[in-house]
């Protein structure tokens, strides 16, 4: 499977930050997507759209209870979300004290409605909206990663129909242009 250009430093730094958790005691969520399969978690959910809709509400059970969670993994979905501040203060209602919210966003990527295409975050963004929502100031990592020849890389591959981008070591520069942020990740505690 190619990898995204737009993933290779954000990959690697979040699955160090997931490790640093201990994951094989976590009992996770993911939502509409799949990355963390990769972690053996203690369990393991996902909750996929339009079934699972993180804008109207916490997952629940079928009492109605809402589910509770160690970590809730949101990679590559809140650009899509047209209540993106709502589904965050959905995510901390379902973790438990001490519990993790994962969330990575595109910043400098072309549009890409699937359906929709709604938000771009930075770092500091990203650390502002997980604030507003509840999460301690103190409790939250973020970072961000991109550079102008990533950016070409974007808008070439779109034109060609092609994009993502896919990575080539041999000719993709990694270095990080604090001026020109492609991703942007963070690590949330409640």
Sequence with gaps: MARSLNRIVMRKSSRKWIRELDPQGLDVAEISGKWGQQFGFASYQRFSFPRHDICKGPFTD????????????????????????????????????????????????????????????????????LIEAGFPRGDIRARQWGNASAARRNIEAQQAGAWPPVYDPAKDDLENDPEVPIMSWALARR
Excluded at 108 to 124: K, L, T
């Design 62 to 129: 079928a009492a109605g209870a809402v589910l509770q969670f160690d970590l809730v993994i949101a990679d590559q979905v809140w650009e899509h979300l047209d209540r993106p501040f709502t589904a965050t203060q959905n995510v901390l209602q379902m973790l438990r004290p001490g519990g993790w919210f994962f969330i990575a966003t595109p910043f400098y990527v072309p549009f890409h409605g699937a359906p929709v295409d709604c938000s771009r975050w930075s770092a500091r963004g990203l650390k502002n909206l």
